[in-house]
């Protein structure tokens, strides 16, 4: 006959020094997706210095605001066109605020 020795169990021994890493790990769970959902997260924020290596073609794609923008053909003659809009009413609006003034004035003088 043959000797009947058990079979290790497999997976279940740990080590002492392997299961205090395993319980440290465990302490330092992060829920990350809570963090994004309250915007404390800072894993995902883009530092100064990144932004500052783009390129201006990489840059185009990002998108921003009028000082920070890259005109692009095409797209800058829909700003081109958007700007001239904001203006004209912008000066539709000062002359019809002016004309209400003029008008009060002069009911004023004629009384």
Known sequence: GGSHRKKPNKGKFIPAHLRKEKEENTN????R??????????????????VKDLSVEESKYLGGDME????VKGLDFA?????????????????AQSEKMA?????????
């Open 79 to 95: 700003l081109l066109a958007k700007i001239r809009s904001e203006m004209e009413e912008k000066e539709h609006g000062e002359e």
């Open 68 to 71: 920070h923008t890259h005109l």
């Open 33 to 50: 997706a809570k963090e994004r959902r309250l915007g404390t997260s800072s894993e995902y924020a883009i530092s100064e210095d990144a």
């Open 28 to 31: 330092e769970y992060k829920d």
């Open 103 to 111: 008008a009060k004035r002069k009911e004023s003088e004629a009384l």
